[in-house]
């Protein structure tokens, strides 16, 4: 952890008699059965008093933990945060106003992207990917889902190298990828996977209308417009509208493509057992390699798998444990040590993966 960045908290815990040992400090004082006081808040503990406590009968103390704060408080993981929910706000506003007007402001659409550009440019990147999905994601779907894919993908096109210009356009392409969807009727948008195929049409007209809105503006680049009008085309002509192949998807469009499937899997798919960690959204995209530009997605993988390790899991059995190895041809299925020190090799166990990060 970045020590410059963190700060120390002073909290209580209990401890038993037993795992108390010389140096610990009482967070309060420590009356006998009569209320007498035997040590007071602050005391430094030492051998003498540990036996006099035992003397006592005394088989508890509140001993003060030095805590570093967890990473909310950075600050440039809490400016992130700042940063992403005025973005939240700004993007809702937008939607609601083109929803009446057809009318797309890109001036707020681009202050967002410039905002969400310098904070991922600041900040511990995957810290913040992290943070995305600690919010709760059930809500303001397809809000919430722009500004995670814009960050997302502007982080891809760091890990790229992009220039910081291209970085802002990849931003600002991600965060209007959908804005189509300000067009469509709200019923179909929540949960497109249980619609019927006429719906299921309906919804993928977004990405032409997008275009259509945003081409209507001259201060929105071709690069853009075509980010937005490809991020559903697939690199082996499975995508829509046009299936086109490879060659002919813009770049913006196949980085967006992994951040969206990468933040639909866990937004979108909230209510869907089993699709709701970043490591079954990853074993989608692994699965799918064929749909995506390999050096995007390859990069993407790589980089999240720094992300994925040392989380608190809870397995598809109702275990918990921490992931300690990441299994990169299938992240759901990495080693996992249980609390009690046993190693599970997920690959070896039929039917176990991981369910969910434990918040
Ligand atoms: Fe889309
Ligand atoms: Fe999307």
């Known amino acids: 952890m970045d020590t410059k960045n963190s700060s120390i908290n002073k909290k209580s815990f209990e401890e038993n008699i037993e795992f108390v040992v010389p140096g610990m400090e009482l967070a309060h004082t420590v009356y006998s059965k009569d ?34 704060d967890n990473p909310f408080t950075n600050p440039n993981i809490e400016k992130f945060l700042n940063t992403y929910n005025q973005s939240i706000d700004v993007i809702q506003k937008t939607f609601d106003s083109i929803r009446q007007t057809q009318d797309i402001p ?82 179909i948008l929540n949960k497109p996977y249980k619609l019927s195929p006429a ?76 699709a709701t960690s970043p490591y079954a959204s990853l074993d989608n995209i692994r699965d799918r390699l064929y749909c995506f530009d390999p050096k995007i997605s390859l990069i993407f993988r790589d980089h999240m798998m720094n992300f994925l390790s040392g989380h608190r899991v809870m397995l598809s059995n109702k275990q918990e444990g921490r992931v300690v190895f990441i299994n990169r041809d299938k992240p759901s299925k990495s080693i996992v040590q249980l609390d009690n020190g046993t190693v599970l090799n997920l690959p070896t166990l039929k039917d176990v993966n991981i369910h969910y990060v434990i918040k």
């Open 35 to 68: 209320l007498s006081i035997l040590a007071n808040a602050g005391t430094i503990i030492n051998t003498e008093l540990i036996k006099k406590l035992r003397k006592w009968d005394i088989t508890k103390v509140d001993i003060v933990a030095e805590v570093a």
């Open 199 to 274: 719906d299921y049409k309906l919804y993928q007209t977004h990405t032409k209308l997008g275009y259509e809105l945003a081409r209507k503006k001259e201060n929105i680049s071709q690069s853009i417009l075509f980010g937005i009008f490809h991020h559903h085309e697939r690199t082996d002509r499975s995508g829509y509208p046009m299936h086109l192949g490879a060659d002919d998807i813009h770049p913006y469009a196949k980085i967006i493509a992994v951040a969206d499937l990468f933040d639909e899997s866990l937004t979108i798919n909230c209510d869907f057992p089993g």
């Open 106 to 187: 890109v001036e707020a659409f681009s202050e967002t992207a410039d905002d969400i550009v310098n904070n991922i440019t600041d900040a511990e990147n995957i810290n913040i990917i992290d943070k995305l999905y600690d919010l709760p994601v059930c809500d303001d779907y397809t809000i919430r889902h722009c500004v995670n894919v814009s960050a997302i993908s502007a982080l891809i096109a760091k890990w790229l190298k992009y220039s910081t210009e291209s970085i802002t356009a990849v931003a600002l392409a991600g965060l209007l990828h959908d804005v189509g969807k300000s067009q469509l009727p709200p019923e």
